[in-house]
């Protein structure tokens, strides 16, 4: 069972930037997939950016450019270095890793970008 903590969120202004960390209880591994997902209120969860095997990242379309997801196994955390953020990009924020079958996510953290 692994538990993930995410932290960093807050409100800012519109052209800000913020932090968000995810730790995670046990160790993460390269093999493990691991993502950031946000929802915003009335609309689903979607994928913001996510690290996979090898070092491959992903984003949506939306934040290319801006957001940067990065990791760092030995202290079992993941990142999202948001920058030049816009009001659409409030939303609650939740951490995510994949580990085989297992699938294993954070309670979140709320976001809120001031126009």
């Known amino acids: 069972q692994v538990q993930l903590v995410e932290s960093g969120g807050g409100l800012v202004q519109a052209g800000g930037s913020l932090r968000l960390s995810c730790a995670a209880s046990g160790s993460i591994f390269s093999n493990d997939a691991m993502g950031w997902y946000r929802q915003a209120p009335g609309k689903q969860r979607e994928l913001v950016a996510i690290?996979?095997?090898?070092?491959?990242?992903n984003y949506a379309d939306s934040v290319k450019g801006r957001f940067t997801i990065s990791r760092d196994n030995a202290k079992n955390t993941v990142y999202l270095q948001m920058n030049s953020l816009k009001p659409e990009d409030t939303g609650i924020y939740y951490c995510k890793l994949v580990r085989g079958i297992y699938v294993y996510w954070g309670q979140g953290t709320q976001v809120t970008v001031s126009s």
């Open positions: 690290s996979i095997s090898g070092g491959t990242a």
